[in-house]
């Protein structure tokens, strides 16, 4: 019988081929796993009338675990984003994406090795919008003026941003305890709550009574958004695991693989008590499709961090050991990763799949 079951969405733009590689490299990791493939996204959308069908939600849940591949977000019109809408109804609250720098890059700083604890379901991304010229945004702006004796201009659209004790403690707690589990020392808490007092400052408030519980155990630290940025450039080393509302931590973890090498090496997880979704840090790169170009890494990573989820941590040590040493040789690596991005020597998608597939076999068990 087939040890593992794993949902397989391949989703879009560049998704199928980076999702291709990286099936084949989990597969050549010698573990036993059946997948079972389903589809979202835009195509889906005209085929079946939603980009988002039952069947993949159905899939995740008899699997408990699945990969997937980028999937395109209209800007500001369409259909609404399938990559929130899932963390939403698996309820995976939690968003993981570690940025480590590998040998051989030339990179601003070496050794970089941070993790990215981003909560998932609230904030300005939850999705509750209101849009400009709207019935029911003039009912809301109409509202909002009587109970804050704000004025606010008529043609404006409005995003709300819900936050709550609740989720802000369960997302500190996973980052609590990842820093626990993996021997990190710090935690960072990053806010704005100096000028959002009721939504950051909930969050600043609730991550340290969560703090508290680890006293003595895992240090914990705080920073607004903004600086954070700029000592994120400056000084990488100081931080360890850092922990943020919705929108900072998509804006702060594509800094910090910024950090690393870029997008194509910066992998990711979704991770809820019941279910995981594991996708790169990166989207569907649409001007790359087709083209086998762009860097697998990021999702093959992706692969790694499935695998030690699943309980195959041999295999997942084994995996990272083999993107290490093909980055470290820098032969069969994708256009990103070369000095100048127009090398010629820069090899395809599915080039570099085979090079890390070939080192797996030189990985000793
Ligand atoms: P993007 O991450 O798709 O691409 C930005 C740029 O980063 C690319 O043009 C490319 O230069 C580089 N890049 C990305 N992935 C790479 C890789 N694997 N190898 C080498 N270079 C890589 O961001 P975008 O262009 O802002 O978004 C495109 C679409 O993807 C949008 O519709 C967006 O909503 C969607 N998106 C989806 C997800 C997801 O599925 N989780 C995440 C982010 C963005």
Not at 285 to 298: D, E, F
């Amino acid at each position: 019988m087939t040890k593992h079951k794993i949902t397989l969405i391949p989703g879009d733009g560049i998704g199928p081929e980076v999702s291709e590689a990286a099936r084949r490299c989990i597969e050549a990791t010698g573990i036993d796993v059946a997948w079972d493939v389903v589809e979202a996204g835009a195509a889906v959308l005209e085929r079946e009338g939603t980009p988002l069908p039952d069947t993949v939600i159905e899939s995740i849940k008899k699997n408990k675990v699945a990969i997937k591949g980028p999937i395109v977000t209209p800007v500001g019109k369409g259909f609404r984003s399938v990559n929130v809408a899932l963390r939403q109804k698996l309820n995976l609250y939690s968003c993981l994406r570690p940025c480590k720098s590998y040998e051989g890059l030339k990179l601003p700083y070496n050794n970089i090795d941070l993790v990215v604890v981003r909560e998932n379901t609230e904030d300005l991304y939850a999705g509750i919008e209101f849009e400009e010229g709207k019935d029911e945004t003039g009912e809301l702006i109409a509202v909002i003026e009587k109970l804050s004796s704000r004025k606010i201009p008529e043609d404006s659209g409005i995003s709300i941003k819900p936050m709550s004790v609740s989720a802000t403690k369960k997302i500190v707690k996973f980052a609590f305890e990842y820093a626990l589990k993996n021997g990190r020392k710090m935690v960072t808490a990053v806010h704005k709550a100096n000028i959002m007092k009721f939504t950051d400052g909930l969050f600043l408030k609730a991550a340290r009574e969560v703090a508290k519980e680890y006293e003595g155990r895992v240090e914990f630290s705080d920073n607004i958004v903004d600086n954070m940025c700029m000592q994120l450039v400056l000084r990488p080393y100081n931080f360890d695991v850092l922990v943020l509302p919705n929108l900072y931590g998509d804006i702060i973890s594509d800094l910090c693989a910024g950090l690393v090498g870029g997008l194509g090496l910066a992998p990711g997880a979704n991770i809820g008590d019941e279910y995981a979704v594991f996708e790169a840090t990166h989207g569907s790169a649409p001007k790359y499709t087709g083209l086998n170009k762009v860097n697998p890494i990021a999702m093959i990573l992706s692969g790694v961090l499935m695998l030690h989820h699943i309980g195959e941590d041999k295999a997942g040590v084994k995996l990272e050991e083999a993107v290490r040493l093909v980055i470290k040789e820098g032969k069969s690596v994708t256009y990103d990763l070369k000095e100048d991005r127009n090398d010629p020597a820069a090899v395809g998608t599915s080039q570099m799949a085979d090079a890390i597939i070939e080192k797996l076999g030189c990985v000793p068990n």
